[in-house]
């Protein structure tokens, strides 16, 4: 009942100015955790995996799993795979049941982008009701395999943009505009936010046509978040933010309890770090009660 694609949630997102929260997700507790605070804040939720956690628990078990969650939800959730070099692999986890694909074929020249990303986009949309997402321009810092150098990152040309949405065909854009992977190295990383509108603008101004993503939400400050949801980013991304709560709540429960061997305890302390975190963004992204 409550599974949809990411380009649905997304339309609804854009055009009333908040943003769903794109969770990345390392393992099954964390997918619980997120399903049961985003249910709590009656928020709508896009669950996200890297390539790494989709091959190691493997997609049909993440699938199986997110379809369990989500049938049973009284909110709308998309299963989202997250920044994929391989375009066979997407095809794998779009016949798995993931409802949104992220083909990122940003590191390559501007025509085999093109090209990638309108193979997955033609296959995804032949094969069922998934979404696609692409980016244009390179997001600097370290997710899962990809591997971008501030020297490597280059910022989305808006109407390069329209170009590569018209020859894609693909639902959902992530625009480089500034943000980063992994924890930002200065307290006031450099952003286009102009860029961002200019983007906005040329495909939503009219109404919501082509959602916008904004990637590396961990370490941006509260304002610069709101600043970004304010300006079109209507998917919002975060993942080391989840990590470090996943491994410091592992931690400390083991440094507490060192005689103790008991692993659903250890569940459990990782299980209310990950829901404290979520329910922080829910805040921050205006999604709550949007469900
Ligand atoms: P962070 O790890 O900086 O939160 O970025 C997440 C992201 O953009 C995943 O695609």
Same mark, same amino acid.
């Given at each position: 009942? @409550?599974?949809?694609?990411a380009? &649905?949630?997304? $339309?609804k =997102?854009?055009?009333?100015?908040?943003? *769903? +929260?794109?969770f990345n997700?390392?393992?099954?507790?964390?997918?619980?955790? *997120?399903v049961?605070?985003?249910i &709590?804040?009656k928020a709508?939720?896009?669950? %996200?995996? /890297?390539?790494?956690?989709?091959?190691?628990?493997?997609?049909e078990?993440i @699938?199986?799993?997110?379809?369990?969650?989500?049938?049973s939800?009284?909110i709308?959730?998309?299963?989202?795979? !997250?920044?994929?070099? !391989?375009?066979?692999?997407c095809?794998?986890?779009a016949?798995?049941?993931?409802?949104?694909?992220?083909?990122?074929a940003?590191? %390559?020249?501007y025509?085999?982008?093109?090209?990638?990303?309108r193979? #997955?986009?033609?296959?995804c949309?032949? #094969?069922?009701?998934i979404? #696609?997402e692409?980016?244009?321009?390179t997001v600097?810092?370290?997710?899962?395999q990809?591997k971008?150098?501030?020297?490597?990152?280059?910022?989305?040309?808006?109407e390069a =943009?329209?170009?590569?949405v018209?020859?894609?065909?693909?639902?959902?854009?992530?625009? =480089?505009?500034?943000? @980063?992977?992994?924890?930002?190295?200065?307290?006031?990383?450099?952003?286009? $936010?102009d860029?961002l509108?200019?983007?906005?603008?040329? $495909?939503? @101004?009219?109404?919501?046509? *082509?959602?916008?993503?904004i990637?590396?939400?961990? +370490?941006?400050s509260?304002?610069?978040?709101?600043?970004?949801?304010?300006?079109?980013?209507s998917? $919002?991304?975060? /993942?080391? !933010?989840?990590?470090? =709560?996943?491994?410091?709540?592992?931690?400390?429960?083991?440094?507490?309890?060192?005689?103790?061997y008991?692993?659903?305890?250890?569940?459990?302390? #990782?299980?209310?770090?990950?829901?404290?975190?979520?329910?922080y963004?829910i805040d921050?992204?205006g999604?709550?009660?949007k469900?």
């Amino acid at each position: 009942m @409550a599974i949809v694609n990411a380009r &649905e949630l997304l $339309f609804k =997102a854009t055009e009333e100015k908040y943003a *769903v +929260g794109a969770f990345n997700i390392t393992n099954i507790i964390e997918m619980e955790a *997120v399903v049961e605070e985003a249910i &709590e804040r009656k928020a709508p939720l896009i669950i %996200q995996a /890297s390539v790494s956690p989709s091959k190691s628990i493997r997609p049909e078990v993440i @699938a199986a799993v997110y379809r369990t969650l989500a049938e049973s939800a009284p909110i709308p959730i998309c299963m989202h795979l !997250d920044h994929c070099t !391989d375009v066979d692999f997407c095809r794998t986890c779009a016949d798995a049941g993931y409802t949104n694909i992220m083909i990122d074929a940003s590191k %390559q020249v501007y025509e085999e982008n093109v090209r990638q990303t309108r193979e #997955v986009t033609e296959y995804c949309h032949r #094969v069922g009701n998934i979404s #696609v997402e692409g980016e244009l321009g390179t997001v600097a810092g370290v997710e899962d395999q990809i591997k971008v150098s501030e020297d490597e990152a280059a910022l989305c040309d808006p109407e390069a =943009a329209v170009r590569f949405v018209e020859e894609t065909g693909v639902d959902i854009l992530a625009p =480089a505009i500034g943000t @980063a992977h992994g924890i930002y190295k200065t307290a006031n990383p450099k952003l286009d $936010f102009d860029r961002l509108k200019r983007i906005f603008d040329l $495909f939503n @101004a009219k109404g919501p046509r *082509v959602p916008l993503v904004i990637h590396g939400g961990t +370490g941006l400050s509260p304002e610069v978040v709101k600043k970004l949801v304010a300006l079109g980013g209507s998917k $919002f991304n975060v /993942s080391t !933010d989840l990590k470090h =709560a996943l491994i410091d709540a592992t931690f400390d429960y083991i440094s507490a309890n060192r005689a103790q061997y008991n692993p659903g305890k250890v569940d459990k302390a #990782v299980k209310e770090a990950i829901k404290k975190r979520i329910n922080y963004w829910i805040d921050l992204l205006g999604c709550a009660g949007k469900a």
